[in-house]
C-alpha cells in the first residue's frame, strides 16, 4: 500500500512516520528546500543554534496528565533524554504600571475568581457544542478590562490574534465543555482548573539541540529516501479505479505520482486547493504573519520572568518576548542576554513590511524601553514566517467536521489548520490521520 503525505511540517512528517509503522509504503512530498515547517534551528552568525519557530511543546496534556503525543513521539525517536525543562516558567504581561505576573488561578487569562461576574445565567452559559468567541463572551460576564489586559494577550502570545475573533471551542475547549454545566464564567473556569491533576513539574520543554533535532530524527525515522524536498504538489485527482494521481514538481517538468491513500499536511489554502477538484471544502481560515527576532544583547539584568507578553493596542510593538536565556540554561553564554521577540499580529501586519535592521531596532527600543535593556544587539537574527498562525474564528471545530465528513475514504487532513495549532495538536492530527487512511486502504484491499 503506497501513502502519499503532502507536506512536511511535524504534521506531515508524524503522519509519515506512524503510516510506515503501519507498514505503509510511504512518500512525503514538501515544497520547500527543507522540512519541519514552522520547526526550525537556525544558527545565529555566531554559530549558536537557535529555534526560529516553535521553542518548546507541552510533554503533557495539561487536563489529563496523560504524556502528549509530542512527547510519545520523542520518547519512540530515543529524544526523551534531549529534553530540557525551563529554568523559569512564569511570564508577566505589560500593565499600565508595568510588568505583572500572569495571575494564578487563570486560564487563558480568564480567572477562576473574580470580584464581580454579570449575575448567574438561568441555565448552561454555552449550550454543548455552541461556540462564541473568547472576547464576547469574557467581556459580557467580567468587564472588558478582563479581557484587554489579561486574555487578549495569552491568546495574542499563541496565536497572533485577537480575543474577540477566536473561538472558544477551538481555543479553549475544555471550557466550552466545562461552560455546557455552569452558570456563570468563573465557576466553569475553577472546574477545568479543579479537574486538573496536580503536577509541579513544567509542562513545556524544548530539546537541547533545538525542535529542528525533532524534525531530523523524525525525518531519518520516515527514511531519506521517502522525504522529498523542493517538490510542490499541484493537483490531486481520483483516478479510474480509486487510486489517487498526484501532480508534483514544476509546471515545466510536472511529474504524476500514484497513492492508495493521501494525507494532505498542508495549510488551509493549499488543502482548499488540491481539494478543489476531489471533495471541495471550505475552511474559511485566515492565518495570521508574523516575524520572529533573536538578539544576543550584551549582559543585562533582567525581571526573573520567563518572558512578557505586551497587550494589544498599545504604542509597542513587539507582542511577545521570551528571555531565551534565563528559562532556557543551555542556552546561556557568558556576557550575553538571549531575547526572542515576536511581532505581528492578525490585521496588524504592516509593522512587519519593515527591513529586516528596522524590525531589529524597534523590537529592541520596545523591549528596553519595558525592561531597561541595550538597544543594540551583539547580534540577531529575523525570521519572517507568512501565514504562520490559523485564526480559528468561532464555529471552526465545526466547519472542520463538515470538511472531513465531507472527504472520501483514503483521503485525510492534518495539521495546524484543523485540531489546535501546538506541536503535541500537530503531531496527533497527523498519527490519527495516517491511522484512518491507512485503515480504509486496507478496507478497500479486503
Ligand atoms: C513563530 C511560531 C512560534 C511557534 N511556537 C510554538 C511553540 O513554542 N510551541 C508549540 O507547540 N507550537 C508553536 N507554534 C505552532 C507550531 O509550530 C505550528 O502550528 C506547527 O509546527 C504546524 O505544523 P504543521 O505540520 O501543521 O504545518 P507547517 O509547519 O506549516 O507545515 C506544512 C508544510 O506543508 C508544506 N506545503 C504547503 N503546501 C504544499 C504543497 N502544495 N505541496 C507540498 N508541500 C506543501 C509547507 O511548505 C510546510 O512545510 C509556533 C508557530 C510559529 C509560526
Not at 2 to 24: F, K, P, T
Not at 277 to 302: F, K, R
Request: some cysteine.
Amino acid at each position: 500500500m503506497r501513502i502519499v503525505v503532502v507536506g512536511g511540517g511535524v504534521a506531515g512528517l508524524a503522519a509519515a512516520h506512524r503510516a510506515a509503522q503501519l507498514g505503509a509504503d510511504v512518500q512525503v512530498i514538501e515544497q520547500s528546500p527543507a522540512v519541519g515547517g514552522k520547526l526550525r534551528t537556525v544558527p545565529l552568525p555566531s554559530g549558536q543554534p537557535v529555534d526560529s519557530g516553535a521553542e518548546a511543546f507541552a510533554v503533557r496534556d495539561p487536563q489529563t496528565g496523560e504524556p502528549s503525543p509530542a512527547f510519545e513521539l520523542a520518547r519512540e525517536l530515543g529524544l526523551d533524554g534531549d529534553l530540557v525543562a525551563p529554568a523559569v516558567s512564569r511570564a508577566a504581561v505589560l500593565g499600565p504600571d508595568g510588568l505583572e505576573p500572569i495571575p494564578a488561578g487563570t486560564l487563558m487569562g480568564i480567572p477562576g475568581e473574580a470580584a464581580a461576574e454579570t449575575a448567574p445565567y438561568n441555565g448552561p452559559l454555552l449550550a454543548p457544542g455552541a461556540d462564541v468567541a473568547v472576547g464576547d463572551l469574557v467581556r459580557r460576564r467580567l468587564g472588558a478590562s478582563v479581557v484587554d489586559r489579561l486574555v487578549d494577550p495569552m491568546l495574542g502570545g499563541v496565536y497572533a490574534g485577537r480575543a474577540d475573533d477566536l473561538s472558544l471551542a477551538a481555543t479553549i475547549p475544555a471550557l466550552a465543555t466545562a461552560l455546557a454545566g455552569s452558570p456563570t464564567l468563573t465557576g466553569a473556569v475553577r472546574a477545568v482548573l479543579a479537574a486538573r491533576p496536580k503536577d509541579p513539574t513544567p509542562l513545556f520543554k524544548t530539546l537541547a539541540r533545538g525542535l529542528g533535532s525533532l524534525v531530523d530524527a523524525l525525518a531519518a525515522a520516515v527514511g531519506a529516501d521517502r522525504v522529498h524536498t523542493g517538490r510542490p504538489v499541484r493537483e490531486l485527482c481520483r483516478t479510474r479505479d480509486g487510486r489517487w494521481r498526484l501532480t508534483v514538481g514544476s509546471t515545466r517538468d510536472p511529474q504524476n505520482l500514484l497513492a492508495d491513500g493521501v494525507v494532505l499536511a498542508v495549510p488551509a489554502r493549499p488543502a482548499e486547493r488540491l481539494l478543489a477538484n476531489v471533495a471541495p471544502i471550505d475552511l474559511n481560515l485566515d492565518y495570521a504573519s508574523v516575524a520572529l527576532v533573536t538578539a544576543a544583547l550584551p549582559e543585562a539584568a533582567l525581571p526573573e520572568y520567563s518572558g512578557l507578553l505586551v497587550p494589544s493596542g498599545s504604542r509597542i510593538h513587539i507582542k511577545a518576548v521570551t528571555f531565551l536565556d534565563r528559562k532556557w540554561p543551555h542556552l546561556r553564554r557568558p556576557g550575553r542576554t538571549l531575547a526572542r521577540l515576536s511581532l505581528g499580529r492578525f490585521g496588524e501586519e504592516s509593522v512587519l513590511q519593515r527591513p529586516d535592521g528596522e524590525l531589529v531596532e524597534t523590537a529592541l527600543g520596545d523591549l528596553a524601553d519595558i525592561v531597561g535593556t541595550p538597544r543594540r544587539a551583539l547580534e540577531s537574527s529575523v525570521h519572517r514566517w507568512g501565514g504562520a498562525l490559523p485564526q480559528y474564528a468561532p464555529g471552526h471545530p465545526a466547519r472542520v467536521a463538515a470538511a472531513r465528513s465531507a472527504l472520501p475514504p483514503g483521503l485525510a487532513l492534518a495539521g495546524a489548520a484543523y485540531d489546535g495549532v501546538g506541536v503535541p495538536a500537530c503531531v496527533r492530527s497527523g498519527r490519527t490521520a495516517a491511522e484512518a487512511v491507512v485503515a480504509a486502504v486496507e478496507e478497500s484491499m479486503a
